[in-house]
């Protein structure tokens, strides 16, 4: 998850914060058009944005060094902009650079959507600090506020045979855009001191829709061959962190069931033994959400409760397992969905309430196997405790250390 890399006008210390108001004032979206060498296009979050982004980006960028792209309910810092340019133009190898993005939690009201803010708010943060300490090399120059260099977007779209930026038929289409400016040879980064405030989803629907969407999206990009006009490249180097990332939800789904279900079988035999040991994979996992909720720029009381306090993560945890699950499961099905259409759908309240699909499975699992566990004898219970126990210590120990190694690294000054 490293050292940093091009050279900018800006000073080379992460340590140092650009100017910037505690009081987290809301201003306006920072405007590129300012700039004489800087075109700008604002889109709405509609599921048609993409094509309006990239149609206008495309016009405005004519005789301009560089082009944003700002969704529109993005808040930015007043000079993001002079930040993200400066750094831009100042390497001709950087195609694109993207902000800090966070939510800000001072309007929402109510509990569950206060919930849903925190753990998204956690979410960007532990996403923005692994690609700041990856070198600063960006895996999705976010739409949301990026700067693009018209070269990198011109040689992106003549090597894809595209005539815009971003493609129409992509459910990530910041992402495929961000790997085909890396495949054309230019870096893509994060600044360490441009901010924006972007939109964050306050209901179970609306989180649950664009996470399937986004996540879908990614596998379809990270899986061997040809989906549609999407071509999977598997072993792009800006598709690293999601290879990691699937493979530690895939890992956290698998502890978290496997421990219940034995847990369950132990009690049911009178064969459970405690062991203190086993406080110390939440105790490890508690420490580094505190660590990283300091991390943040504006870090609230409501963030280091959501770290702190083992039930609030645990419970988003779950929620982004439900995700991971309904989004492989829609991938490998190949069924045929507009997710941008379910999203924006969710967002106004609509929709089925298929986020609660993987509880009701894996309420239907459990009581599966426990009718299936009264049924064997005692030797066959035995024997599953003696091999479970031992094979789901094996992994929870490689998970701890991996947590620890991300506790103990030195984060080098920024703040997210």
């Not at 893509?188 to 964050?200: C, D, H, L, Q």
């Not at 598709?239 to 034995?262: D, K, P, Q, S, Y």
């Not at 009178?270 to 870090?299: D, E, G, H």
Request: aromatic share 10%; hydrophobic share 45%; glycine share 8%.
């Amino acid at each position: 998850m490293s050292s940093t890399s091009s050279s900018t006008t800006r000073p080379t210390t992460p340590r140092r914060s650009p100017p910037s108001t505690r009081d987290r004032t809301r201003s306006r979206p920072s405007s590129a058009s300012s700039s004489p060498r800087c075109s700008s296009t604002t889109s709405a979050r509609t599921p048609t944005r993409r094509w309006a982004r990239s149609t206008t980006a495309t016009r405005s960028s004519k005789g301009a060094t560089s082009s944003s792209g700002v969704d529109g309910d993005t808040i930015a810092h007043p000079k993001a902009v002079e930040y993200l340019e400066t750094e831009a133009v100042s390497d001709s190898r950087i195609g694109g650079i993207s902000a800090i993005f966070t939510i800000d939690d001072r309007p929402i009201k109510g509990l569950l959507a206060k919930f849903l803010i925190a753990g998204q708010r956690t979410q960007f943060a532990a996403f923005n600090l692994q690609n700041l300490l990856r070198g600063r090399n960006m895996a999705v120059l976010g739409g949301q506020f990026s700067i693009f260099s018209t070269n990198a977007l011109r040689d992106a779209m003549k090597a894809n045979h595209q005539v815009t930026p971003w493609v129409k038929d992509s459910e990530v289409e910041d992402s495929l855009l961000s790997l085909q400016i890396k495949s054309a040879g230019y870096l893509t980064k994060i600044s360490p001191y441009a901010r924006a405030n972007v939109g964050g989803m306050t209901t179970l629907k609306g989180y649950d829709a664009q996470q399937v969407k986004w996540t879908y999206g990614a596998i379809e990009l990270m899986w061997p061959g040809q989906r549609g006009d999407t071509k999977g490249q598997p072993f792009h180097p800006n598709l690293r962190l999601r290879w990691f990332e699937n493979f530690g939800m895939l890992t956290n789904l698998f502890v978290r069931v496997a421990f219940i279900i034995l847990l369950a079988g132990s009690l049911s035999i009178n064969a459970f033994v405690f062991s203190p040991l086993w406080l110390i994979p939440p105790l490890v996992a508690v420490m580094l959400n505190v660590r990283i909720a300091m991390t943040m720029k504006y870090c609230d009381q409501r963030d280091i409760l959501f770290a702190a306090l083992v039930f609030p993560a645990e419970l988003f945890m779950w929620v982004r397992l439900g995700h991971f699950l309904r989004s492989w499961s829609r991938f490998l099905s190949r069924k045929k969905v507009d997710n941008w259409a379910m999203q924006a759908k969710a967002e106004k309240g609509g929709g089925a309430g298929g986020h609660w699909v993987p509880l009701v499975l894996l309420v239907a699992v459990l009581i599966a196997m426990a009718v299936i566990w009264n049924m064997l004898g005692p030797v066959a219970q035995s024997s599953i405790l003696w091999v479970g126990w031992p094979i789901v210590g094996v992994v929870t120990v490689l998970q701890t250390v991996l947590m620890f190694s991300k506790l103990i690294r030195r984060y080098q000054g920024y703040k997210v």
